[in-house]
């Protein structure tokens, strides 16, 4: 039986191309496959593989000091959800560019992030609070259009740098006195959004402990959670139960859907929204009308 391993850790790390080569090493010897980024502020990574490697896995990356303590999130999924095993160092976690001087971090995580909250915990505020807590989507725009929680704020943004634009404008000033839960995939976003929320005035930011992946498996899609999980493997979209509600729209007919498509056309790397009806028509496989002409454009030189 195979899962998939979600996991992330703010510590310092001294020489990330010494960790690259030891996770490398360890997860070729398993037979796992997935993604892992290491730099100076700690590690992300997501595996998939064999139940008990994945075990192995877990045991010897907490031997090392920083990682003893590290949370692991099991997920459905397996090996052949990723076309490699790949492990790099990066100057930064999350793409934000250049943002070093956003936030640092010690032993103990992010310096100055947001409270974290486990999911009983994130119902607890709501109900105490009310309207007066705002969920805040930390991930990109594309993402919140088949899931989010209810009633959230999604900024404008289309990668992960666009975020620093996001909070410098006035857009958000009105929920500066809220309670701003904010959120992400499985949480690491959210350790550098929460801190750059506070140091921009939000005075009362949290965040949910393991993200979206942990609320789900602990109310699937019986809470304030609503739509399906974008996530960035073979997989493209998780439900957390046989009930989950479809938000997002296909761009065509405006049907219900989550299915997401790769733009037919090689230069695009932007994704259609389209239900598996619409689907069937080669020529609506195009994020823009602007694609398709340049598609036909290119197939005439």
């Known amino acids: 039986m195979e899962k998939i391993l979600l996991y992330y850790k703010f510590t310092p790390i001294a020489d990330p191309a010494t960790v ?33 490697s994945l075990k192995k896995y877990i045991k010897t990356t907490k031997e090392f000091p920083g990682f003893k303590d590290m949370v692991f999130k099991w997920s459905d999924g397996k090996a052949d959800d990723f076309p490699r095993m790949s492990v790099k160092v990066r100057r930064e976690l ?14 103990s995580g992010v310096i100055g992030s947001g409270k974290h909250l486990k999911p009983k915990q994130v119902h607890e505020l709501v109900e105490k609070y009310g309207d007066d807590v705002v969920f805040f989507d930390g991930r ?16 404008n943004t289309n990668t992960s740098r666009d975020f620093i634009n996001e909070l410098e404008s006035d857009k958000y000033d009105k929920y500066k006195n809220k309670k701003i839960v904010t959120y992400c995939t499985g949480g690491i976003r959210c350790e550098v959004i929460s801190a750059m929320m506070k140091k921009r005035g939000f005075n009362d930011v ?5 993200g979206i992946v942990k609320y789900g498996e602990t109310y699937g899609d019986d809470g304030l959670w609503e739509g399906s999980l974008r996530v960035f493997d073979n997989r493209m979209t998780v439900d957390f139960s046989d009930h989950a509600k479809v938000i997002g729209v296909c761009s065509h007919c405006k049907g219900p859907t989550n299915n997401y498509e790769n733009c037919a056309w090689a230069n695009c790397n932007d994704l259609v929204l389209i239900c598996l009806n619409c689907k069937q028509n080669p020529d609506l496989l195009f994020h823009t009308d602007m694609c398709r002409q340049n598609a036909m454009a290119s197939a005439t030189v």
């Open 94 to 107: 999350v793409g934000f560019q250049n943002a070093d001087d956003e936030f640092s971090v010690d032993e």
């Open 206 to 210: 949290y965040q949910i402990d393991g």
């Open 140 to 155: 990109n725009e594309h993402e919140a259009k088949i899931g989010k929680f209810k009633n959230a704020v999604v900024p």
């Open 20 to 52: 690259r080569l030891w996770q490398k090493t360890l997860t070729e010897s398993l037979g796992l496959r997935g993604r892992i980024l290491i730099a100076t502020h700690g590690i992300n990574g997501t595996v998939g593989g064999d139940i008990e």
